[in-house]
C-alpha cells in the first residue's frame, strides 16, 4: 500500500480517512491474533538500559565473561549492580567473602575523602612528590613516572602517588581516617553470606605490644608508620574482604547509598540500603575525576578501558598479603552509558566489577576487568538495536546479508543533534539528519553514486547509534564524535558545508534517491559504518588502531583509489619547538623539557603507526592513533592528516610524510 500524500484531494479526503483507519483496526487485530497464537512477548528497551526481563540473560552472558576473564588464576571477581547491590557474576566466592586483606592502594579514595572533608587538600592545591615517602621506620618509593608536575587531589588518585597518601595520612591522625571508613563499614559483615568474614578495622593506639616494651620512641614510631601505613592500604590495621570494599566503593560513586548485597534474580531482588553517607558533591567530583583519570593517563590506562563505547572509572590497588611477600592486585571499576564529557553521575553509575588477583598488580587486575566491561557494552549495543527493531526504528528481510541495502521507513520518533558551536539543540526527521551530515561530508563530492553511498553510510551510523547522547538528552552532538552535522541556516568555511542551492539540490537528490536504505550485517542488523576522507592506499585495522575488536567487515583491505585522491601523499614540517609544545598538553606523551626524538616503534599490517615512541627527559610510548589527535588537537587537525607515515629529523624539525587522511 502506498501512503497518500499531503496534496490528496480534499472531496475525497473523508472517504479516504474513514478507509484508513478502518484498515489499521483490521491490521492491529490480525496482528494480535498472530502474536497471541505464535509469538512470544518481547520486552520494550529504551536504548542505554537492558530491562528487567533480560536481565537473566545478561547475567549469564556476565557470569560466562568473568569465569573466562579470571581462567585459572587464583583470585575472584564480582560484577555488582551499583544503584541496588544486586549480585549480578562472581567467581570464586569464597574468597569474595571469607578472606580479608589488606587493600593496598585502593583504600586511597577515602584517605582523600577524609583528608578533603578535613580541608587537609583541596581541589586548587598542589603538592609536588619527590618520589618516595620516607617515615621514621617506614619507606615507600612512588611507581609513577619522576619530574611529573605537582598533583591535584585528583591526579594524585590517577597516579596512586603513596608520598601525596602517606604524607595525608600523617596529616590526618588518628581518629579521623578511621572515622570516614567507618562510615562505609569496613571491619562490618555486609550480610551475603554466613561464613562470611568481617574484616579489620582498629585504631592504631592498638600496636604490638612487644614493641611496646622497647621503649616510648619505638611506640611513637610505629604510631606514626601506622597512620601512614593505614592511608597507602599496606597496615594489617585495615583489611577488607572484596565483596566489602566494593560495596563501600559503589556507595562512594553513587551518592552515598551503601547497600546490602545480594546473589538474586532481578524479579526476586529488593534493595536494601544500610546507610545513607553523606559525600559533598565537590568532594565525589574531585575522586571520580581521579579514578576517570586513573583509567585515561593514570596506573589503569594499560587495560584501554576507555577505548571503549561506555564511561568508566576505576582505581587500582597493589598490597603485600598480612603474612607472605607476592602481591595481590586489586581493581574496582564503574561503569555507565557513554558520554564525551566523560562525566559519570551518580544515578548514571551502573555496572561495578571489583578484581582481586593474586601473584599481581593493580594494572594486571584492571586488565582483566576489560572483557566483562566489553561484554556489558556489547549487551547494551544489542539491546539497543533490537528495541529500536522491535518498535519500528527498521525493516529488514531475514535472508538480507551485508552489502544489500534494506529499505526502510526509518524511526518513528525524530532526532534530536546538539549544535555544539551554538550550544542549542535541534529536533528533526532521520532524513533531515542524514541531509545535514552531508551538508558536513559530502561537499566535496561531485559523483551521484559516491553521494548516495555516503548517504546510506551515514544513515546507517545514526540508527546504529541513535542514544549515543541519551543521558545528555540529545541523540547526537554535531562534532566528529558522532557525526558533523550543518544546519540548513549554517555556513561553514573552506571545504566545508556551503549553503547554495545547487549543492543543496545535490546533496537532497543523494538523500531522497537512498531513503530508508541501510547497510546490514548477517544478522540483519546495521553495520558499524564508520567512514573517512582517505584511507591513504589501505584502509585500516580498527584493532591495531584503537584497540578494540572489529566486526569481520572492517579489517583492513588495500583501496588502490585512494592512492590517486586527494589527501594520497602529504608533507608535514613541524619544528621541534611547536611538537614539544604539543606533546607537553597531554601526560601520555609529556616528556619534560626536551624533546630528543620521536620513532614508530610499531606498525601495522596497513602501514599505519601503531605505537610511538617519544624520547625527551622521559620516554613515552603511545599509540599512534592517540600522537596524531594530541598532534593535532594543538596545532591544528590538518597537521598529521593520519597516523599513516614516516618520521625523520632535518636540523631542529620533525619531517612527517604520510598517506591519508582521518583514521582510514
Known sequence: MKLVGPGIRKVNRITRERALLLLCASSAIVFLILLSSHLKPVALTWPGVISKT?????????????????????????????????????????????????????????????????????????????????????????????????????????????????????????????????????????????????????????????????????IAADQADCRERVAVGESDHVQVTPIQLLTAYAALVNGGHLFSPRIASSDQFRAAERSNINIAPQHRAIIVDGMRGAIRYGTARAAKLDSLPLTIIGKTGTAMPVKGFRSNGWFVGFAGAFQSSGEIEPAQTDLAVLVLLSRAH????????????????????????????????????????????????????????????DNITQTLSLEDYVLGVMRAEGTVETEPEALKALAVAIRTFALKNIGRHATDGYDFCSTTHCQRFVGKSSTMNGSAATTSTELDIRLSTAVRATEGQLLLDDRGQPIDAYFGASCGGETANIRDLWGSGPAFYLRGVRDEYCDAGPHAKWTDTISRADLLRAVQSDSRTDVGNRLDQVLISKRDETGRAEFITIEGERRKTVRGWDFKIIVGRVLGWNVLKSSRFEVGRSGSSFIFRGSGFGHG
Not at 586511597?108 to 621506620?137: M, Q, Y
Not at 608536575?149 to 604524607?167: K, L, M, R, V
Open 362 to 421: 593493580g594494572s594486571e587486575a584492571a586488565e582483566l576487568a576489560r572483557p566483562i566491561f566489553e561484554t556489558y557494552a556489547n549487551e547494551l549495543n544489542h539491546r539497543d538495536t533490537e528495541a529500536q527493531s522491535i518498535s519500528g526504528s527498521y525493516a529488514h528481510s531475514s535472508d538480507e546479508k551485508l552489502g544489500e541495502t534494506s529499505r526502510s521507513p526509518g524511526p518513528t520518533s525524530p532526532i534530536k543533534v546538539h549544535l555544539v558551536r
Open 54 to 218: 533480560n536481565d537473566a540473560a545478561v547475567d549469564a552472558v556476565l557470569q560466562k565473561a568473568a569465569g573466562a576473564a579470571l581462567a585459572n588464576r587464583e583470585g575472584t571477581i564480582i560484577v555488582m549492580d551499583a544503584q541496588t547491590g544486586r549480585v549480578r557474576a562472581i567467581v570464586n566466592p569464597q574468597l569474595a567473602y571469607t578472606q580479608a586483606l589488606m587493600p593496598g592502594s585502593s583504600i586511597k579514595p577515602f584517605t582523600a575523602l577524609a583528608a578533603l572533608r578535613a580541608e587537609l587538600i583541596g581541589e586548587d592545591a598542589r603538592i609536588a612528590c619527590p618520589g618516595r615517602f620516607t617515615g621514621l621506620s617506614f619507606s615507600l618509593a612512588c611507581v609513577h613516572a619522576d619530574h611529573l608536575p605537582p598533583f591535584s587531589p585528583s591526579q594524585a588518585i590517577a597516579y596512586s602517588c603513596n608520598y601525596y597518601f602517606a604524607t595525608a595520612g600523617q596529616r590526618l591522625g588518628r581518629d579521623r581516617l578511621l572515622a570516614t571508613l567507618r562510615e562505609f563499614d569496613f571491619g562490618q559483615a555486609t550480610g551475603i553470606s554466613e561464613d562470611e568474614v568481617s574484616g579489620v578495622l582498629r585504631p592504631c593506639d592498638i600496636g604490638n605490644s612487644s614493641r611496646v616494651r622497647t621503649g616510648e620512641s619505638n
